[in-house]
């Protein structure tokens, strides 16, 4: 008989620059006594190890959706795949998505939440980056890609951390700290991680998403900042007017979206008692009522964005204005 | 073959005691009918072939069954073990192409016997006689078809369709709109080619002149569509009822508003129209099916709502059957 599955099926996006230790991880993902099953989709054949009938080759074919949406681009290729291991379901327990070195993460998350089909039946776990210690700073110099993987980032593996001295370790991570101060980063040789803090992230879920606390590492935002690409955050302890913030934030993703990479915002509107919790990619947004505030919980509204050339006196001015 | 009632009755009438339920074990892909016997094909390799007496299951793949086409005599199959297989009604089956570690997304049954097949950017024909022919296309093949007449192929991919002549010197034909297009369906006498699209949308041009159609406003994507017999309704899933598109003059639909039957609270997910007259099976996406005649919108339901979407549904060649099957591996034959 086959399973009746319920829930969805979590997909978890590998990135990470040519030579950072992706396929690395992937094995071990494969290869580690968890009891789970993954079905795979790969776009070189022939560098997994694991013998596993589940592993399908891709193209990473993007294209543009005819919705209006400049920037909404998708894989369609995913999009077939996905439809095809949906007739397999029951036989594993996860998706695992490996792009290849130069991808641009969007399309592959985009793709979660524009297909219905996808969307119904998988749900993004997370976008994890394999970073190299000893190159990564070089990369985010002369790769727009590095940058981009860094800062779409959920879980970021620093690996190869036996190549560098600490004090090299320390500036590399300031500066993915001034890119994206939000993923969770782990350092780690030959990608060597307990699986459990790579998969199972949720961090698309918006049931999940509890806090919204940057880490910026004592200065190093100052010492190391990215004029290209950064993050900006806001806080307001007063409630959120709904009326006036909805018409900003949709004007401001489908004006600024193709520089806005993520955004994230837990909000306190005024006479509501719910927690609003939202997050987007590029111009999509992803928002609902989440769980009513806890009576000694601070009502503090918080919304950050990571992207390209942010005007961070327009985005704070826009956020100010929509206070109640 | 059941005559429908004539007028239409007061309560809907059922035919649900009819039903024979069968357990697929996978989900239902495809279904077809070979003669008399149904054959489902499912996400776990087997094809289940239901006629009278117990469903026989041939394990036809080693994974997935990815698409489904065939003629009056033969299932052709493509899974993603990357094997086109051929099945016949007595349950025998032959590989007919394998294309090791690729996945066959599409394949498709033409004159005489000729089949076509996919994996990735490349469409392959094998003619009755002679050597198999093969097109690279500039993106993934999503969907396959040949011309009613004449051994022409229309190949869906990015940004449009190509017209393939195999068996001619000529450069094969594009037809160009912006977007993924995934399913491609002739008009039964050649003047039409209709896409779906990944966005909730048809695409179509008239032939041979390439004029556009779209024909757009559905809540979801299309994933079935069908030309009634004699080609006068275009029968589509992805609203809360069937859309029939109406193809009667040279025009085809443009300007012209759909007519649309079987409306609930429900999406429809699969339509099958009957080989002779204006009757539309339609499966819903809670499993009900009903039949519907087009002139006036009489219902019969067939299946009862249950948990899972109808995936598969045909009719037999005489229309004296209905055989449908659900995601969640359920299936039914309903001999009227």
Redesign the interface.
């Known amino acids: 008989?086959?399973d009746?599955q319920t829930d969805k099926i979590p997909v978890t996006v590998l990135t990470g620059y040519l030579g950072a230790g992706k396929t690395t991880l992937l094995n071990r993902i494969l290869s580690e006594p968890h009891g789970k099953k993954f079905a795979v989709v790969v776009n070189e054949?022939g560098e997994i190890g694991i013998d596993n009938?589940l592993v399908?080759?891709a193209?990473e074919?993007v294209?543009?959706?005819?919705?209006g949406c400049i920037c909404c681009t998708?894989r369609?290729?995913l999009?077939?795949?996905i439809d095809?291991?949906?007739?397999?379901?029951g036989e594993f327990d996860g998706i695992i998505v490996e792009t290849t070195g130069l991808a641009d993460p969007a399309p592959v998350a985009q793709t979660f939440f524009v297909?219905?089909?996808v969307g119904a039946k998988t749900t993004l776990d997370a976008v994890v980056t394999v970073a190299d210690a000893k190159w990564l700073k070089d990369r985010l110099k002369d790769a727009p890609e590095a940058k981009n993987q860094i800062a779409f980032a959920d879980v970021i593996l620093l690996n190869k951390t036996d190549l560098v001295t600490e004090s090299e370790l320390k500036d590399v991570e300031l500066r993915i700290r001034a890119i994206n101060p939000f993923a969770r980063i782990h350092h780690t040789q030959r990608s060597n991680i307990a699986i459990d803090r790579v998969l199972g992230q949720g961090a698309f879920d918006l049931e999940r998403i509890t806090a919204i606390d940057p880490d910026f590492l004592e200065g190093g935002h100052k010492h190391f900042h990215d004029e290209e690409m950064k993050s900006v955050s806001f806080s307001s302890d007063k409630p959120l007017d709904p009326d006036r913030f909805f018409p900003w934030i949709q004007e401001l993703v489908q004006r600024e979206g193709i520089n806005i990479l993520r955004s994230k915002g837990i909000l306190a509107f005024k006479d509501d008692p719910d927690r609003f919790v939202f997050q987007g990619v590029h111009m999509i947004l992803d928002g609902d009522h989440q769980r009513p505030w806890g009576a000694d919980e601070a009502r503090l509204s918080r919304i950050v964005f990571i992207g390209r050339q942010l005007d961070t006196a327009a985005l704070e001015k826009g956020f100010r204005a929509c206070i109640a | 073959m059941p005559p429908l009632p004539p007028t239409p009755p007061a309560a809907p009438s059922s035919l649900t005691s009819k039903l024979r339920p069968l357990d697929l074990g996978g989900e239902a892909v495809g279904v077809r009918f070979l003669g008399q016997v149904a054959l489902f094909a499912t996400g776990n390799g087997a094809l289940v072939l239901a006629e009278a007496g117990e469903p026989r299951r041939i394990a036809a793949h080693r994974g997935a069954i990815l698409s489904v086409a065939g003629d009056a005599r033969r299932v052709l199959t493509g899974g993603d073990d990357g094997r086109v297989v051929a099945t016949l009604g007595d349950g025998s089956s032959t590989t007919l192409a394998e294309q090791k570690g690729r996945w066959i997304d599409a394949v498709a049954s033409g004159p005489d016997g000729a089949f076509a097949w996919s994996a990735g950017k490349t469409a392959h024909f094998h003619p009755v006689k002679g050597e198999p022919k093969t097109l690279d296309l500039p993106s993934t093949v999503a969907g396959l078809a040949f011309a009613p007449k004449g051994t022409r192929l229309a190949i869906a991919h990015y940004n449009g369709v190509t017209l393939w002549f195999p068996n001619a010197v000529a450069t094969p034909e594009f037809l160009e709109w912006k977007g993924s297009h995934r399913g491609v369906l002739w008009h039964p006498e050649g003047k039409f080619l209709v896409t779906t699209m990944q966005e909730p949308a048809l695409h179509g041009w008239r032939l041979p002149e390439g004029a556009h159609m779209r024909m757009s406003g559905y809540p979801s994507r299309v994933r079935s569509m069908q030309f009634t017999a004699g080609g006068r309704y275009l029968a589509t899933s992805g609203s809360t009822e069937v859309i029939l598109w109406p193809f009667m003059s040279r025009e085809g639909p443009m300007g012209k508003q759909p007519t649309m039957v079987g409306q609930r609270d429900m999406r429809v997910s699969a339509v099958a129209c009957h080989p002779k007259e204006e009757i539309v099976a339609c499966g819903y996406e809670d499993g009900m099916v009903l039949l519907i005649r087009i002139n006036d919108g009489a219902e019969i339901l067939l299946r009862a709502p249950a948990a899972s979407p109808i995936t598969a549904l045909a009719w037999r060649g005489d229309g004296g059957a209905v055989a449908m099957g659900t995601e969640d591996g359920k299936a039914g034959l309903v001999i009227l």
């Open positions: 008989m086959p009746v054949f009938d399908v080759g193209d074919e294209f543009e959706m005819n919705n998708v369609g290729d999009i077939r795949i095809g291991l949906l007739k397999r379901k297909d219905e089909t």
